[in-house]
Nanobody, 121 residues
C-alpha cells in the first residue's frame, strides 16, 4: 500500500496561480507514470496532465499553456503548477501514480485523496 498525500489546493482569484504537490510514501522500487486528474461538480473525472518516467508530458487542451506538470523522483513527488486560473478550473484535483513496489511485480495504480481548487472572485 502506497499512500499519496496531496497539498496546495485552496481559494484563488481568477488569473492567480497555485502549485499542487503529491508525494508518495513507503518503500517503492520505481514510479512510472504520474498524472493529475480533476472532477468538477456534476462532471466525470478528467485527465488534466500526465508525465512519463522519461519526462514526456501531455495536457488537456483546456489547460495547455497554463499548467505545467513536473516530477521529482528523489522526493517521489509530482507537481502541478497552475497559472492564469479560470473559474472553470474549479474542481477537486487528484494525483495518480503507477508504482512498482519491487522489480518482481507489475505496477499498481494509486490515487491521492483529492484537494479542492476553487477559482472565484
Amino acid at each position: 500500500q502506497v499512500p499519496l498525500v496531496e497539498s496546495g489546493g485552496g481559494l484563488v482569484q481568477p488569473g492567480g496561480s497555485l502549485r499542487l504537490s503529491c508525494a508518495a510514501s513507503g518503500s517503492i522500487s520505481s514510479i512510472n507514470t504520474m498524472a493529475w486528474y480533476r472532477q468538477a461538480p456534476g462532471k466525470q473525472r478528467e485527465l488534466v496532465a500526465v508525465i512519463a518516467s522519461g519526462g514526456s508530458t501531455n495536457y488537456a487542451g483546456s489547460v495547455k499553456g497554463r499548467f505545467t506538470i513536473s516530477r521529482d523522483n528523489a522526493k517521489k513527488t509530482v507537481y502541478l503548477q497552475m497559472s492564469s486560473l479560470k473559474p472553470e478550473d474549479t474542481a477537486v484535483y487528484y494525483c495518480y501514480m503507477t508504482v512498482r513496489l519491487s522489480l518482481l511485480v507489475s505496477p499498481d495504480i494509486y490515487w491521492g485523496q483529492g484537494t479542492q481548487v476553487t477559482v472565484s472572485s
